[in-house]
């Protein structure tokens, strides 16, 4: 898609004429012309209705007569002078239509729609005033302004559109206001928007790196002496800038803020454009999601004719322009790019950025108190202190509301002389994700207090599941009585490398050993004196099963169905049954919630769930996960304990297996080989990576595939690996080969960007690895074999699939040229099936393939290759479009038919006619492996 133009300018104030003059004059300038105009700040003025004149209504009703020369849209009304009414968002038929109701009206003709054709383009929440005019209102049942995240459409096409988020004025989070914008940004699959419009600075950014000396010191003008810088700015703006992550914020000149009452004072406003800043990871992301795009804050001048702009300069700019790729249309990998020279800074909104209020001691925040019992903010922010009371609340509209819980909450867990463990929450407010905040930094705050362990949700793990942060964990004390004297010095308030954190019981007791436990009763018709490890052998035999705590290590879980099948190939069903349904738990548990679209397995590998027979018990079976995390997960859903055990009876009632299902047993497994880090006969060592949860076992090339032949494996890399493929063309022929599988068959989603070729992997290590593993490849053939190299991939997928491979061929040198016109002149040629395709060199050697490739997004699929010629290496590409799937497809092995015909020898074009017997493969295998890694040293 092709960039968008916006414009955005600063507080209108009702000027406009000089609004309407500057947007015709930049319509008609070589910039223009433009999509899009956003306006941030009073639009139709800053000061009350009373004082509103003649000459300002009527400059409003005239522009609502007008319009616009471009689609302008605005959040902050302002104040509307007297006799103007503006039409708020009223809830129609059509959004409180029932979704499963089918419409009988078959009377309405297509003439009627197009006639409404650009109010069909407007999504819901925005509010058409006049000609390309257009008011950011949201929805809400009282027809109230609310905050929101909008795809606003652009080129008057439904498929262009930037993603744009407004906030009205004075708006508190936790509101009615907000939840419609807060339940988006908290959606998993939330990455960011383009642009975010507030009539307010986020607290933090005033005071922050991201401006300069000279904003900040013309900012200390406009507030005064006296004024922190920190403390300017609203939390609640600051917080959602953290949620919604735009590309861009606008506000108002700070002037404009400072002056609220007697309108924008126009001489102290400035223009203002922050550095780019990182945007803190979120708890509730998508685990693939490891970093995100840059943010940029900006502050606009108010609206002025143009003999006072000229004037002004630069510095009271009040029209900003941009082109902007949308977002939802960019890899991550292009999103997240950073040119050099750009300094990136950190987040301006984060809690050591806000304002603390006195603490007290010198010991920190743990201790920060008198004995008499008198209590403060022990340093917290207000953000801090806001976001604890808000968790605090048992209001279903806040986060920490537990309408869900599994067992009741104990009254009287502080009275119970047992409970010995406290709750600590708000782990997840470290935004570094456990760098300064960690097991050991909280074990040395409390040991004073005499915890003796820190202990984490489920496993123990560091982590949670998806590799994400834990929000809580617990401490044990070794006596009641201590955990509540700790409790009574911190207050429930504390503060752990300078993030605020609550304290209260824990509502579970002590899971920690004990030593007065009752001893078990010995086994029946036992006589004598009982050891500790004088057991019966049948007990031996049944403690063979493994706890949580023993298979740590392990991602998978044994399967074992008592009922007996009817069929043997039964059996087979009912273990993929169990995996569709552990798999379908685990999408229930991240989807926890969340209304729109759902986090699948096929988007999130982490949720990721395979099941396998056993071969030489057919009532047997395992699940293999992504994850430990993963598999406690599911195995606690459908057996009610971690450590395992009988299918609860009501987990899948519906289902055909249903009989078979009774009795059945989950347990743990112990570590499989893939989980292991393995070794082969050849000396590769393969680890878990090597293995991904997506890898398919009818794939030759993946590794975790039976049909994948490891003897032909010649280097094993991190996210690649060289191997001779079946059927060589010659001694040295090999393939590069990515881990991962390339793309992903049978899902219908169009909006999701397959791998069509080992040159458009969206992780640039992948690319990065191929492209050195080729350059050794050629350089060993050059120096060692003496060789020139030919290299090509068919990137197009075939009925069964396509797992990228790259060939890399040693040829007799001097062959270059003509084998680059036999390949061109037989690309070319016509037959009876389809018309041939055009081979084209890529003329610059400055652009590699990858980005020539990315830049097309009609691409199905490319023929690449690189041949030797003279002292060059020549690059030839053709890129399939979906049009041409018919007419002007590429032979399966029209790069091994080009070189049959060059060295004159037919049976080279098919892999099929130049198969070996194992042992042969074996030697040419060794034989290169040697060679390479003799080079590579």
Not at 324 to 340: E, F, H, S
Not at 483 to 488: E, F, I, K, M, T
Not at 629 to 647: E, F, H, I, K, V
Not at 806 to 821: A, F, M, T
Request: with cysteine; hydrophobic share 30%; net charge negative.
């Amino acid at each position: 898609m092709e960039k968008v133009k916006v414009l955005i300018t600063g507080q209108v104030n009702n000027d406009f004429p000089s609004l309407v003059s500057k947007l015709s004059s930049l319509q008609k300038s070589k910039a223009g012309p433009f999509h899009v105009c956003f306006c941030v700040g009073a639009f139709f003025g800053g000061t009350p209705d009373k004082s509103a004149n003649e000459e300002d209504c009527k400059k409003a009703k005239d522009f609502l007569d007008q319009g616009s020369p471009i689609p302008v849209y605005f959040c902050d009304a302002g104040s509307v002078p007297p006799g103007i009414v503006l039409p708020s968002y009223e809830l129609s038929a059509k959004d409180t239509k029932d979704e499963a109701e089918i419409s009988l009206d078959d009377e309405i003709k297509e003439e009627d729609e197009k006639e409404n054709g650009d109010e069909l383009l407007l999504p819901k929440g925005v509010v058409k005033i006049a000609h390309n005019v257009y008011h950011l209102y949201g929805i809400s049942y009282d027809s109230s302004q609310t905050a929101d995240i909008l795809n606003i459409n652009v080129m008057n096409d439904e498929k262009k559109y930037l993603t744009v988020a407004f906030l009205p004025p004075n708006t508190r989070m936790g509101t009615p206001k907000t939840s419609t914008f807060e339940s988006k940004t908290n959606h998993p699959s939330y990455v960011g928007c383009d642009i975010l419009l507030t009539s307010e600075w986020g607290q933090g950014m005033a005071g922050s790196s991201c401006l300069s000396n000279e904003d900040q010191s013309k900012l200390r003008q406009n507030y005064g002496p006296h004024q922190n810088l920190n403390e300017v700015g609203s939390f609640d703006v600051a917080e959602i800038v953290s949620q919604c992550r735009p590309r861009y914020h606008f506000a108002p000149s700070s002037a404009a803020i400072v002056n609220k009452q007697n309108s924008a004072n126009y001489d102290a406003s400035f223009f203002l454009q922050s550095s780019p800043y990182t945007n803190p990871p979120s708890a509730l992301a998508s685990g693939v999601i490891k970093n995100y795009h840059t943010s940029r804050f900006l502050s606009l001048c108010q609206v002025v004719d143009s003999k006072k702009a000229k004037l002004g300069g630069k510095s009271k700019k009040f029209v900003h322009a941009l082109g902007i790729q949308p977002l939802w249309t960019m890899d991550r990998v292009t999103a997240t790019a950073v040119p050099d020279n750009i300094v990136v800074v950190p987040s301006p909104y984060t809690d050591e950025k806000y304002a603390k209020d006195e603490t007290y001691g010198s010991n920190g925040a743990i201790n920060a108190g008198n004995d008499s019992g008198t209590w403060k903010n022990v340093g917290l922010s207000e953000a801090q202190t806001r976001r604890i009371l808000c968790e605090e609340n048992t209001g279903s509209q806040y986060r920490w509301d537990i309408r869900n819980r599994k067992r009741p909450l104990d009254a009287a867990v502080e009275t119970d002389p047992t409970n010995c463990t406290l709750f600590l929450h708000g782990l997840h407010n470290d935004v570094s994700k456990g760098a300064n905040l960690n097991r050991g930094t909280i074990f040395n705050t409390f040991r004073l207090h005499g915890c003796t362990r820190v202990r984490y949700p489920g496993n123990d793990s560091d982590m949670g599941m998806n590799g994400r942060q834990h929000s809580y964990c617990f401490l044990e004390f070794p006596s009641h009585e201590e955990a509540s004297r700790c409790l009574g010095k911190t207050g429930g308030i504390v503060e752990v490398s300078g993030i605020g954190l609550t304290l209260k019981w824990s509502s579970g007791t002590n899971k920690s050993k004990r030593t007065d436990q009752i001893p078990p009763p010995p086994p029946p018709n036992f006589s004598g004196i009982m050891m500790p490890d004088d057991v019966s052998h049948r007990q031996k035999k049944q403690r063979t099963r493994l706890t949580e705590e023993e298979a740590i290590d392990s991602s998978t879980l044994f399967i074992y169905l008592k009922a007996k099948a009817s069929a043997p190939e039964d059996y087979a069903s009912v273990i993929l049954k169990l995996g569709e349904l552990a798999q379908t738990k685990l999408e229930d548990a991240i989807n926890d919630g969340n209304s729109g679209d759902k986090v699948t397995a096929e988007e999130e590998p982490a949720l990721k769930v395979t099941a396998r027979s056993m071969a030489t018990k057919q009532n047997c079976g395992f699940l293999d996960f992504a994850s430990h995390a993963a598999a406690s997960m599911a195995l606690a859903t459908l057996t009610g304990s971690t450590n395992g055990g009988q299918l609860i009876t009501d987990t899948d009632q519906n289902s055909e297996c249903k009989d078979l299902l009774q009795d059945a047993e989950l347990w743990w497994s112990k570590k499989s080989s893939a989980q292991h880090g393995i070794r082969c006969e050849n000396g590769h060592n393969f680890q878990k990576h090597h293995f991904p949860p997506d890898a398919r076992t009818d794939c030759w090339f993946c590794l975790a595939s039976p049909t994948c032949e490891k003897h032909l494996i010649v280097n094993l890399a991190e996210y690649c690996y060289v191997t001779m493929p079946k059927g060589p063309v010659n001694e040295n022929h090999t393939l590069i080969v990515p881990i991962n599988h390339s793309s992903a068959e049978g899902i219908d989603d169009t909006k999701k960007k397959h791998i069509i070729g080992a040159f458009l992997d969206p992780d640039p290590r992948v690319v990065a690895e191929i492209e050195e593993m080729k350059a050794k490849i050629r350089m060993h053939a050059q120096t060692v074999l003496k060789k020139d190299l030919f290299v090509f991939e068919r990137a197009i997928p075939t009925k069964g699939g396509y797992h990228a491979h790259v060939n890399c061929i040693p040829i007799e040198r001097g062959l270059g040229q003509k084998l680059r016109s036999t390949m061109v002149s037989m690309a070319a040629t016509k037959s009876k099936n389809y018309n041939g395709f055009e081979l084209r060199e890529i003329q610059n050697p400055d652009i590699n393939t990858t980005t020539i490739l990315r830049n097309d997004d009609d691409l199905d699929g490319y023929f690449y290759a690189e041949i030797f010629e003279g002292n060059d290496t020549k690059r030839f590409l053709y890129k399939l479009n979906a049009e041409d799937k018919l007419t002007k497809m590429v032979p399966v092995e029209f790069g091994r038919t080009v070189l049959a015909s060059v060295m004159k020898a037919p049976n080279l074009a098919s892999w099929k006619g130049c198969v070996l017997s194992k042992e042969t493969e074996e030697e040419y295998t060794a034989k290169y492996r040697q060679s390479y890694e003799d080079f590579d040293k």
